[in-house]
């Protein structure tokens, strides 16, 4: 098992998008995991850029502060602050790089940008046993939607990934075609613990290697509730919860069937889960029982290390900030 090292303290800023977050990780271990959700966006049915923006700026300092509060750490106790370079929203990045940098001036400390998708990853050198290197890593959020290979702390290999949509999207536009709330995944997920996965059968995509597409699902579900609705107008009201149900199901087999093969081609022993979708029932259900079936060690983080979060970017700044990966004044908001 590989050891913890016990060193720094460290301050995150996560605003890649429409949650404005901050943590504070001391020897590895955070006394504060502070999250503000931007609910504004809800009434447009996605996230608008512009007014996440303007949200951020609003969010950040008192969500910077009830973190150091939280934690009962002191601005002079920090060692580094680091913040998320990218991929996200451009005016989301903004606010938090450069708060995260005018901090760093004032202080006179190092500033660390982490990758959004690498920080998601990190969220598992949060628990309490590390992994053994390497592990296999499905990665399903929002916006992507990869298998990564995981070589070291920070060091990974994209072994597939989607050619369109992310799982996220999936079932985010599901939710949207059903006349349900953004971000409409979690609902999606409640309603379908109601229903019968088995209701309704929508295709499944073949795709080469370890790659996934999910837009034909899209594309299905958008047809199959047209023709419904031409002979029954109240057919999703009536059928909700199976359609729910039959979609998350669809979803779930397609990233596991794609994600188990190249688990058994690597030879891998450990295998994990990360990003938003990792907080789907069913996911960590049938993620747990296909680790058992092969033996493989299973990691799933905990639910509020699944979504966007501080947390998983206050641990991969801890890792880089041992390895003296330290960013400068002049990195740009976003990592090329
Ligand atoms: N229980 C759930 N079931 C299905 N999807 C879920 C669940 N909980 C959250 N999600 C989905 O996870 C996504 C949000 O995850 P996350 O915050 O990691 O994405 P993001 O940060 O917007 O995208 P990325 O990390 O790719 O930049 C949304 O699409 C949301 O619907
Ligand atoms: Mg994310």
Redesign the pocket.
Known sequence: MTQKQDTVTILAIES??DDTAAAVIKDSKILANIVASQTLHSEYGGVIPELAGRAHQQYILPVVQQALQKADINLNDLDAIAYTRG??LMGSLLVGSHFAKGLAIALNKPTIGIH??EA?VAAHYLQDQLPEFPFLCLLV????TQILLVKDFLNMEIIGSTKDD?A??A??KTAKMLGLPY????L??QLAELGNANAFSFPKSKMEAYDYSFSGLKTSLLYFLKKQKETDPNFIESRLNDICASMRSTIVESLLSQFEKAAIDLNIKTVGIA???S???LLRKEFEKMAQKHQWRSMIPAFEYC??NAAMIAIAGHYKFINNELGSLNDLPFAR
Do not use: I, Q, R, W
């Open positions: 890649s998008c991929p996200g959004h998708l998601h959020s929002g916006g992507h992310a996220g999207e079932f985010d971000p409409g995944g979690p999606v997920d990003g938003g979708v907080a789907n029932k979504t966007d």
